[in-house]
């Protein structure tokens, strides 16, 4: 196959840097060369696309993924445990729409099959199905009767320790690259749900400690404070939401920035606040469920965080009727208008740290990473709402390959 040549186009380039003219070359799976201004690369034996002015970026990165959870922007499933066969069909679906909206990267926050991410991710890397590239989890169930998860597929364990660290060691054989704990309750299960801890710190310390032996990366919800710091504690890379952590759990996950990624996953709560009302969640409802307390306690901590150093990446918990996988990049918008980020900071944490979280070598506009690519029409940097309109990504590249060409 020829090498590509992406001409005429505007790079962003994940590091931050403003808008330059430039061209891309892409050989096999990687970028080859990178040209700003009116430098050129060799157009010898080369398959050229005019990119006429149009933003050349790396593709996105959703960093709280649940392909599991069953509803899209194509087909709105309103439960979330399907038939067996039909759930994992839908998952498969759900993540070609994911990458169809030009998320060719993603971390998974959990699965409602053990093994469902992990066939699914086998499966894309061979070619099999489109997707994006996955990092596969499953999702521990927690406290029965307490945490309020959708029940799925999995059978049920031991939760004394030594349960605890055989599960862990079996996802790890089962193939999973992180799993998912609950380490708090949350408010949409229960009124005062967030500040109930799901593990004694003894269990969380067990569960890193067995994490660390296997070699598999560890997810957590954590809304507590209390929550966050175990957390911290025990070795979590991914922890999500932390809505009310406190100066001190800001401290521990400051003193572990170069390790920790978080993700508020504001998306949800503003749906239910502002979009849910033909599901039966109106203002009253949103209210009780801690959606507007969420959404304010965010728009609080999370400016902390970013002063601290600390990464905090868009996207998460699509994939509920009112909130379907495919609307993902709406969480550019929310991190603007409600946490304080520019456009190019949310579009760095949505590419060059997304990359990062991933341990993979996408993210970034540059020799030698891999060629996960979109052109959009229009300027990101200016308004990200143009990547919610898929209709404006008339390119999607990934892994050296054009999953959509429509120039």
Request: hydrophobic share 40%.
């Amino acid at each position: 196959m020829k090498p590509i040549l992406f001409t005429n186009v505007s790079i962003f380039d994940g590091s931050g840097s403003g808008l330059y003219p430039g061209e891309v070359c892409v050989k096999g799976n990687r970028i080859a060369a990178v040209a700003k201004g009116n430098n050129q690369i060799d157009r010898e034996n080369v398959e050229l696309v005019d990119g006429k002015g149009r933003t050349l970026m790396p593709g996105l990165v959703e960093a709280h993924a649940h392909l599991t959870w069953p509803s899209s922007v194509e087909r709105v499933v309103n439960t979330m445990k399907l038939p067996l066969e039909e759930h994992l069909l839908v998952t498969a679906q759900n993540a070609r729409i994911t990458l169809d909206h030009g998320f060719t990267s993603a971390y998974s926050a959990g699965s409602l099959g053990e093994r469902f991410e992990v066939a699914l991710r086998d499966a894309i890397d061979r070619g099999a199905l489109p997707g994006p590239r996955l990092r596969a989890s499953a999702l521990e169930k927690g406290a029965e009767g307490v945490m309020g998860v959708p029940e799925g597929h999995d059978p049920t364990h031991d939760r004394d320790l030594n349960g605890l660290r055989k599960y862990v060691a079996e996802m790890k054989t089962l193939g999973c690259d992180t799993i998912k704990f609950l380490l708090s309750s949350d408010e949409g299960f229960a009124p005062g749900g967030s500040q109930v801890l799901m593990y004694s710190e003894e269990e969380t310390r067990a569960i890193g400690e067995e994490a660390r032996e296997q070699g598999v990366w560890l997810a957590c919800h954590a809304q507590a404070a209390e929550a966050v710091k175990q957390a911290c504690r025990a070795g979590f890379r991914a922890i999500y939401h932390c809505t009310y952590a406190d100066e001190e759990a800001l401290d521990m996950l400051e003193a572990r920035k170069n390790e920790v990624f978080t993700a508020p996953a504001p998306g949800l709560l503003y749906a239910r606040v502002h979009e849910a009302g033909a599901f039966g969640i109106g203002l009253a409802e949103a209210t009780r469920m801690g959606a507007v307390s969420g959404l304010e306690l965010m728009a609080e901590v999370y400016p902390k965080m970013r002063k601290r150093g600390i990464r905090v990446l868009p996207g998460g918990d699509y994939g509920f009727p009112y909130n379907p996988v495919g609307r993902n990049a709406r969480d550019l918008k929310i991190f603007v208008d409600l946490l304080g980020f520019s456009a190019v900071d949310v579009l760095v944490a949505a590419t060059r740290h997304g990359g990062e979280l991933m341990a993979m070598d996408v993210g970034e506009i540059r020799a030698g990473k891999l060629a996960d690519i979109l052109l959009i029409d229009g300027d990101p940097t200016v308004d990200v709402t143009i990547l919610e309109d898929k209709n404006r990504m008339p390119v999607v590249m990934k892994d050296g390959l054009f999953y959509r060409n429509m120039l």
